[in-house]
């Protein structure tokens, strides 16, 4: 089954512990994002990778990393985690060209830091 | 990008068809209309797209005006599990800051029994 799968699905974590939260996808697609969503401010992309080894800034990219060392792995880390960054996170992939707007989401990540 | 403007919210019955209007009058000619929902807390799901001509699919039905100004997404026979929130979205392939989608605050749509 084509799908975008993410690690974990829900997480509890404090202040500054390190934390990694894993995107895969079986589409061997070439592009690969990350997006936060929080109440009233809908989704924000965090980073993009249109290819392996090719990452950039989205909107909002304070705080995180990422890396893209396979076509079919994207992580999002968190050197250092902050309250703020308690979120909803979205992985999403879709084709390059043409095919970069439709796009398929994973399941989200619930992330709280407290 | 071109600005989108959709309803805040509709209802439908279950059964009948739901038709969500979408208004692009500034899309330029590269300009393609896409469409997506989520589900209370899920990941958004790609429903179509299109640029000029009417698409269908299995899941729902795009119908663009001749002057592209606005579209409609149809779906034919909502059921309970299409309560969600729409999103219209005009994006060019291509073009700055690729790939990224914009969600803006799209229509409720609650599906009644």
């Known amino acids: 089954e084509a799908q975008v799968t993410q690690n974990p699905r829900y997480l509890i974590t404090v202040t500054g512990k390190k934390l990694t939260v894993t995107c895969s996808q079986n589409m061997n697609h070439e592009y690969m994002s990350w997006y936060r969503q929080d109440p009233g401010l809908g989704l924000r992309q965090i980073y993009y990778s249109m290819n392996v080894e090719v990452t950039d800034k989205g909107d909002v990219p304070e705080g995180y990393k990422v890396s893209r060392k396979e076509k079919r792995n994207f992580p999002l880390i968190l050197e250092s985690p902050s309250p703020n960054q308690t979120s909803l996170y979205f992985c999403?992939?879709?084709?390059?060209?043409?095919?970069?707007?439709?796009?398929?989401f994973g399941p989200g990540t619930r992330l709280t830091v407290t | 990008d071109a600005k989108t403007t959709q309803p805040t919210s509709m209802d439908c019955a279950e059964g009948r068809a739901a038709n969500l209007p979408c208004n692009h009058s500034?899309?330029?000619?590269?300009?393609?209309v896409y469409w997506y929902r989520q589900i209370h807390s899920q990941g958004p799901q790609y429903i179509i797209h299109g640029l000029k001509n009417n698409e269908t699919n299995e899941m729902a039905s795009l119908i663009i005006t001749e002057d592209r100004k606005s579209s409609t997404l149809i779906l034919p026979h909502a059921t309970l599990r299409d309560t969600a929130v729409y999103y219209c979205i005009v994006r060019a392939a291509g073009g700055t800051s690729y790939g990224k989608l914009t969600f803006g605050q799209g229509t409720i749509l609650t599906v009644h029994p």
């Open positions: 500034t899309i330029s000619g590269n300009e393609y």
């Open positions: 999403a992939s879709g084709l390059g060209t043409s095919g970069a707007y439709e796009q398929y």
